[in-house]
């Protein structure tokens, strides 16, 4: 039996579930490496005595960072493999981290920052397309949905590190820490995470077939003594398939409705995520009530992952994905008119975690059977 096939069909081995656990690691790193910044800036802001527009630069670099890197860093993985372009973005991530925590000026930090965000950007995409691939089918919208609690549970941790690691070592505490924990998940992932078997098949890299056959050995799988066809032969032929079945027909509608939903979405997320500590420090006069509002909205979308992943075991994914959009935008329409009434302010603020992070979980979920089947068949431009 084909590993792919397998995969799909048999119920998720441990192996499987281990492939999973180590990219909700680190999605939760990358969740802690995202928020970490939002959090320091009230002491950045004293030490470095900084204007409201240089805050709003430095909030902005690592999200700015992160919107290039998804699209320059992220194709690399079709090249030299998910794997290696994870191992390379976390090398690079650790880098930018700790450049980070040693800047001197407000150039440095922000060159520093958005160089992280360019490598916390592309490795996303490679950490997405392995939950999916080794899910089961049946499975996939509750492993997305869990797979989906990593981001803001990494953000959420972080409030509780940061405040410990601002007292003994400052504001640059909290990102050296974030490098030397990218740095550890640099050795766990060298060591345990296999290759993507899409790549492998579809590019047939160099020991493409022995690396096939050390992943069957670990799903139990019957070795192969040639690699099985690519779903389609020669790259102009993959490639005009792979246009056809993504803009071609009925799919042009689908494919434009995901990318605006999906960009809309995690438009809200950055911006729910990146500002709303400093709103409610700003409002209210206290900067720890800003983290903890920030925490909250952390906490809500663990809640709203693990909505999703319940409500996916009854209900379509999609009609799943589409109910809490629609809550997003009633939640954050209370939100915008109410930030400054603090007794409706924080508890919304829960909700707006909720909806923000189940959506994306939700957007994981249903996304993949449109895109995965050529998701390594698109060479690089």
Known sequence: MDVREAIKSRPMRWQQIAVVAICILLTM?????????PFVMPHLAKAWLLSTVEVGYLLSASVLGMAIGALIISPLADRIGRRPHILLCL??????MLLSAKSETLAELLVCRAFAGLFIGGVIASINVLVSEYSSDKRRGVVMGLY????????ALAGS????????YGWRGPLAFGGLLTLAMTGVVFVL????????VERCPKRALEKYNKIADRLGCPRATVLPGPAASGEGQAIAIA?????GGGMLRRTVCLWLGYAGLISAFYFANTWTAKLIADASGDSALGVRTGMTIMIGGVVGALVFAALSLRLRPVLVTALILLGGAATFAMYASQFRNLDVAIPLS???????SGGIAAFYAISPPFIRPWCVVLPLA
């Open 29 to 37: 790193i990358d969740g802690y490496e995202i928020i970490v910044m």
């Open 91 to 96: 090398v690079f991530i650790t880098a930018g």
């Open 148 to 155: 989906g609690i990593g981001l803001p549970l990494g953000s």
């Open 161 to 168: 590190a940061i405040a410990p690691l601002v007292a003994s």
């Open 193 to 200: 995470l296999p290759e993507s078997v899409d790549y492998l």
């Open 243 to 247: 246009m056809r079945s993504i803009f």
């Open 350 to 356: 829960g909700a707006v975690g909720l909806c923000v």
